[in-house]
């Protein structure tokens, strides 16, 4: 059974940085390309960053410049820096897969709210 737990979301001001952290267990990790995601309310979850198993990167552009992606195998995570918060970023942020071929995921985790507010 696979699970993700994510966390380090919080309530920070415009112009703020936070870092999320990912934990998959029950996933040979190192196997899967991972992703983070974000729902904010009365929208679709939509894909910010992705990060191949060989570490190459998507981004979004609406955070391209502002967020970075990366993943430490050994540990099974996958992390999620932002930086220069805006409004338009507050929402549950998820990780799961990132397979936009066959849109297959993991079961998804209980995200991590991220609130940018003055």
């Known amino acids: 059974q696979v699970q993700l737990v994510e966390s380090g979301g919080g309530l920070v001001q415009p112009g703020g940085s936070l870092r999320l952290s990912c934990a998959a267990s029950?996933?040979?990790?190192?196997?899967?390309?991972m992703g983070w995601y974000r729902q904010a309310p009365g929208k679709e979850r939509e894909l910010v960053a992705g990060?191949?198993?060989?570490?190459?990167?998507y981004y979004a552009y609406s955070v391209k410049g502002r967020f970075t992606i990366s993943r430490d195998n050994a540990k099974n995570t996958v992390y999620l820096q932002m930086n220069s918060l805006k409004p338009e970023d507050m929402a549950v942020y998820y990780c799961?897969?990132?397979?936009?071929?066959?849109?297959?995921?993991?079961?998804w985790g209980q995200g991590t709210q991220v609130t940018v507010s003055l």
């Open positions: 029950g996933v040979t990790f190192s196997e899967y390309n």
């Open positions: 990060i191949t198993t060989g570490g190459n990167t």
């Open positions: 799961n897969r990132d397979d936009r071929v066959f849109g297959r995921r993991f079961n």
